[in-house]
C-alpha cells in the first residue's frame, strides 16, 4: 500500500480564520512532507520531518505552523493567510531521508484564502 | 546553483506516435533522480527512480535512462489516457553528502495524446 491521504480535499477560509490540514500514512515512513503547487508551477518543499522532528524549514511564513504528532501523522495549521497562499498544498512521505528514497503524495488540499 | 531543466514543455503526439522527454541537470551532489505523472488537480503520481548514471528503468509503455548530465522518459506508442504532466526532480545532497530530503523538481512537460 503505497497511499497517502489528505483531509478535506477542499477548503475555503477567510484571512481572519484558523484551519488545519491533515495528512496520513501507513506505510512506515519515517520521513513526511508539505509542499506548495500553485497553477501550473512544479510542487515546492515548505517543511521536512524527520522521525517526527523537523529537519528543514524552507523559510516558509509563521502562518504556516506544522506539527507531526506522531509517525503517522502530518498537519499544518493555517491562521491569517493571504489570498495569496492559495494554492494546492501537497503532502508526502518516504522511508527516511536516505539516498534514492521516492517520495510518495497524497492527492492534495486545494486551499483558497478569500 | 542547482538547476533541473525539462523540455518541450509541452508535447502533442498522435496515439501510437513514440517520443521522449528531456530532463537536464546541473547539481553539485546528484542522489536520486526520479520522474513522477501528475494528473490535473491530483498530487504525482510516482513512476520511476534512477540513481547511477547508465541505469534504466521501464513500466508498460514507459522507459526512463539517465546519464551523468540528464534523464530522458521514453514513451513507446503512447495512448490518450498518457496525457499528464510528467515531472522530473532530483534529491539533493546537503553539505555533508548525504540526502536531506530536498526533492527540487523541473517546470514539467505537459503531454497531450491524441486519438
Known amino acids: 500500500d503505497t497511499e497517502v491521504t489528505q483531509t478535506p480535499k477542499h477548503l475555503v477560509m477567510g484571512m481572519t480564520n484558523k484551519k488545519s490540514l491533515k495528512c496520513e500514512q501507513h506505510?512506515?515512513?519515517?520521513?513526511m512532507y508539505w509542499y506548495k503547487q500553485k497553477a501550473k508551477k512544479p510542487p515546492e518543499l515548505m517543511f521536512v520531518?524527520?522521525?517526527?522532528?523537523?529537519?528543514i524549514n524552507e523559510s516558509v511564513p509563521s502562518r504556516f505552523s506544522p506539527e507531526c504528532p506522531n509517525s503517522s501523522l502530518l498537519n499544518l495549521h493555517l491562521h491569517a493567510l493571504q489570498p495569496e497562499d492559495s494554492a494546492l498544498y501537497l503532502c508526502?512521505?518516504?522511508?527516511?531521508?536516505?539516498?534514492?528514497?521516492?517520495?510518495?503524495f497524497g492527492p492534495g488540499t486545494r486551499l483558497t484564502v478569500l | 546553483e542547482d538547476q533541473v531543466t525539462q523540455s518541450p514543455e509541452a508535447l502533442r503526439l498522435q496515439e501510437g506516435e513514440s517520443s521522449s522527454l528531456n530532463c537536464s541537470y546541473t547539481?553539485?551532489?546528484?542522489?536520486?533522480l526520479f520522474w513522477y505523472r501528475q494528473d490535473p488537480g491530483k498530487g504525482p503520481e510516482f513512476l520511476f527512480t534512477?540513481?547511477?548514471a547508465g541505469e534504466e528503468k521501464e513500466k508498460e509503455r514507459l522507459k526512463a535512462t539517465l546519464t551523468k548530465k540528464e534523464s530522458f522518459l521514453h514513451i513507446t506508442a503512447p495512448k490518450p489516457e498518457d496525457s499528464a504532466t510528467y515531472l522530473c526532480?532530483?534529491?539533493?545532497?546537503?553539505?555533508?553528502?548525504?540526502?536531506?530530503?530536498?526533492?527540487?523538481f523541473g517546470q514539467g512537460t505537459i503531454l497531450t495524446v491524441h486519438p
Open positions: 534512477l540513481y547511477s
Open positions: 526532480a532530483v534529491l539533493l545532497a546537503n553539505a555533508g553528502g548525504t540526502s536531506y530530503g530536498k526533492l527540487t
Open positions: 506505510m512506515g515512513h519515517r520521513a
Open positions: 547539481v553539485s551532489g546528484l542522489r536520486g
Open positions: 508526502a512521505s518516504s522511508q527516511d531521508l536516505g539516498d534514492g528514497n521516492e517520495q510518495f
Open positions: 520531518y524527520s522521525y517526527e522532528k523537523l529537519s
